[in-house]
């Protein structure tokens, strides 16, 4: 079945960066943010030579599940990670996780998730793969593929909040408010201080671009910039590991860097990683 590596070697093989005139206008795709959906599913499958017919039965042999805009996650490999898709247009802005905290796995007992989400396959946790891209009208600027457990707190911190919020009147950074009342923003929830909330339930988290700028930095003169970041006990797991490592070194604009990233629960701690970047040309 398809994980990440086989999303990046088809990405670094077929690094096409206008969603305009590959999906805009084609397929009763109508908006940019259905438009990176797709762009995200046809990295998993290898999708961009496909017609409809062709590409239907890729889908159905690779995904247990298709989502939609109102529930995580928005789409399911059999066997492998939750993907979560998200456009920004800004290359600092935040991603709007809207009434859903970042989650660093996803399990099947969640309430957020859809009751044909729950059995789409046998599951219990699934590891939720972060995918964020920067469109700027109708190009593709920049892609980021980050796991939940590396950018994401536990469960647990995003919860406690959110009890909080339900009950009376509360006192968060020495300021006392009703919540269900009152607008306002509580910020650096998180360890890492990435994630904020405001009152009426909207999560937001810096992207990722942002959030790993010690390790990453993008550079604005390229028409592309991706970045991928697996954490090495993720990365041993991963059985066609070896195929991204050839093609790397084939690959002038591509490199695998071994880095060390916070702890999202304790930044103090540092755990080893892999860093996959890979650029496309100068910018216009």
Known sequence: ???????ICCLINNPIINLQATYLGRSRINN????????????FINGFNLDENQRNPA?????SYLGNTSNPPDMMLKGGDAIEVKKIESKNSGLALNSSYPKAILTADSPMITATCKTAENWQ??????????????????????????????????????????????TIEGVEFTPTKELGKIKRIDPLGITNLRVRGMWH??????????????N???????MAIIN??????????????SLIEHTPNAQLIDINIKNPNNPAQLKSAKLIQFFVGESA
């Open 1 to 7: 079945m398809s994980n990440i590596i086989n999303a």
């Open 32 to 43: 940019v943010g259905d438009a990176l959906e797709r762009y995200v599913q046809d990295l």
């Open 59 to 63: 889908i159905s042999e690779h995904f």
């Open 125 to 170: 946790q699934k590891d939720m793969l972060y995918v964020v891209g920067i469109v700027n009208g109708e190009n593709l600027q920049a892609l980021a593929l980050v796991y939940g457990v590396d950018y994401a707190a536990d469960e647990s911190v995003y919860e406690t909040i959110k009890q909080r919020i339900k009950t009376g009147v509360e």
């Open 205 to 218: 988290i810096e992207n990722p671009f942002k959030v790993f700028s010690y390790v990453y930095e993008r």
């Open 220 to 226: 604005f003169d390229h028409a592309f910039n991706f």
């Open 232 to 245: 090495d006990e993720k990365w041993q797991a991963l059985i066609n590991r070896q195929e991204l490592i």
